[in-house]
């Protein structure tokens, strides 16, 4: 069965500070991994990994795929209170359309 | 910036009734999916839709439930008769490409009684 599995499951940091999320993954022929942001509703679209794009950066985000480990980091620096969301990652394979979710990070940046 | 929007933002109804849920996806999007999240649980796939058929479903998306694209711009989720455990947010999305990027809706909470 195709899994992913997020860790932390929760985290609570205080501004400033860096996290690192993690989601590993077992997908039959990986095609893509995707990290969303959750706040009160919808995810909101955070990254795209694929085999031709491994290292993704936008401002103080940043994440990376590697492939042969079967897992993604999501690395947030400089932490600020807006930042506080369920960070989920979502797997998908070759064949079909479906993404398997994780369960999320649940992260909390305290003032 | 295009955004997926849905309606209703939140839908209350009696078990055993039918709802629709609606969905615009971004407008040059081809490929269109339902997603639910149970309360305090992971997001679910339902189910993926192109060219004006159903390409995926799981094994959530039983004969209670049905998808169709009435118009260029809609896309809905039928749920024939609705159970307690159906109580759930709705989210739908949509992709240019087949296992692209997704964006999300903000979702429908749906809550049956």
């Known amino acids: 069965e195709d899994k992913v599995v997020q860790s932390p499951l929760s985290l609570v940091v205080h501004e400033g500070d860096t996290v690192t999320l993690n989601c590993s993954y077992e997908?039959?022929?990986?095609?893509?991994l995707l990290w969303y942001k959750q706040e009160k509703k919808a995810p909101t679209f955070l990254f795209m990994l694929?085999?031709?794009?491994i290292e993704k950066k936008s401002g103080r985000l940043s994440s990376i795929l590697d492939k042969k480990e079967l897992f993604s980091i999501l690395n947030i620096t400089a932490t600020q209170t807006g930042d506080s969301a369920v960070y989920l990652c979502a797997v998908g394979g070759d064949t079909g359309n479906q993404f398997y979710f994780g369960t999320g990070t649940s992260l909390t940046v305290i003032p | 910036e295009p955004e997926v929007t849905q309606t209703p933002s939140h839908q209350v109804t009696q078990m055993g009734q039918e709802v629709i849920l609606r969905c615009v996806p971004i407008s040059n999007h081809l490929y269109f999916y339902w997603y639910r999240q149970i309360l305090g649980q992971k997001v679910e796939f339902l189910v993926s839709?192109?060219?004006?058929?159903?390409?995926?479903k799981s094994e959530i998306f039983d004969d209670q439930f049905s998808v169709e694209r009435p118009d260029g711009s809609n896309f809905t989720l039928k749920i024939r008769s609705t159970k307690l455990e159906d109580s759930a947010m709705y989210f739908c999305?949509?992709?240019?490409?087949?296992?692209?990027?997704?964006?999300f809706g903000p979702g429908t909470r749906l809550t049956v009684l």
């Open positions: 999305a949509s992709s240019e490409a087949p296992r692209g990027s997704q964006f």
């Open positions: 997908v039959t022929n990986f095609r893509s």
């Open positions: 694929t085999s031709s794009g």
């Open positions: 839709f192109y060219n004006n058929e159903i390409s995926e």
